[in-house]
C-alpha cells in the first residue's frame, strides 16, 4: 500500500491510500496516479515534481469556453490532416520520469498516436500550443506551468485567467521560461504565432465567457 501526497479542492495536501492490485509489484507513482484517475472520475490527476496532484472537476463556464475557444482554431482548419485541436490530452514532462500535465485544450501534430510515451501521455514535440482555462488550480496555471511547458519546449502556452480577466500569451521558451509575455484585456483580441500553423484571431471576451 502507498500513500500518494496530492493537491486537494482547497490547496492543502492530502494522502491518498492506494493498494496495488498486483500485491507483489511495487506501485509506481504513475499506476498510483492511474488508480487515482479511475476511483476520482472527472478530476484531473497530474504529477510535477514527483508529487501527484488532483484538481477537482471544473464549472460549467470553464467547459463552456473551452468549446468557443476550440471554435476559431477549427474554423482556420487546424483540426484536420495536419493538426489536431484536442481537449485533456496528457503531456509527458522532462522534469522526471513521471512527471505529465493535463492541459485543458492542446493543439497538436496529426500524427500524435505515434508519439505515445505510455500511461496516455504524448511526447511534447507534438505539442504547438497548449492552453489552460484557470480554475481551482489557478495557482498551478499561472506560476507553476509556465515552467514546465517551457522545459518541454511548448512553442506557445495560452492561459486564460477568468480571476483576473485577462489572457496571457507566453511564447519563445528557453532555458524553462518563455521570454516573451503578452497580456490582452477584456474589449481586446489578438492573431495567435505563426507557429501554430494558421491565421488564429481569438477574442478576449469569448474566452473569458464569466468571472470565476
Request: charged share 20%; hydrophobic share 40%; net charge negative.
Amino acid at each position: 500500500m502507498s500513500a500518494a501526497a496530492m493537491e486537494g479542492p482547497f490547496g492543502y495536501e492530502e494522502s491518498f491510500e492506494c493498494t496495488a492490485e498486483v500485491p507483489e509489484k511495487r506501485m509506481t507513482l504513475l499506476d498510483a496516479a492511474e488508480l487515482i484517475s479511475k476511483r476520482l472520475v472527472g478530476h484531473r490527476v497530474e504529477i510535477f515534481g514527483g508529487q501527484i496532484t488532483v484538481t477537482p472537476p471544473p464549472d460549467g463556464q470553464h467547459g463552456d469556453a473551452l468549446t468557443t475557444i476550440s471554435v476559431p482554431f477549427i474554423m482556420a482548419g487546424l483540426h484536420g490532416r495536419t493538426t489536431r485541436v484536442i481537449q485533456g490530452i496528457g503531456l509527458r514532462l522532462p522534469g522526471g520520469p513521471s512527471d505529465f500535465a493535463v492541459p485543458d485544450l492542446s493543439l497538436v501534430d496529426a500524427d500524435y498516436a505515434d508519439h505515445w510515451t505510455g500511461h496516455n501521455c504524448y511526447d511534447p514535440v507534438i505539442f504547438r500550443l497548449v492552453l489552460e482555462v484557470t480554475s481551482s488550480n489557478h495557482s498551478a496555471d499561472l506560476k507553476v506551468k509556465p515552467t514546465l511547458y517551457a522545459e518541454a519546449g511548448v512553442p506557445v502556452y495560452v492561459i486564460v485567467d477568468r480571476k483576473n480577466l485577462k489572457v496571457m500569451v507566453l511564447t519563445e521558451p528557453e532555458d524553462g521560461e518563455y521570454r516573451v509575455h503578452a497580456v490582452h484585456h477584456p474589449g481586446q483580441s489578438f492573431l495567435l504565432p505563426a507557429s501554430v500553423g494558421a491565421s488564429v484571431t481569438l477574442v478576449v471576451d469569448d474566452m473569458l465567457i464569466a468571472k470565476s
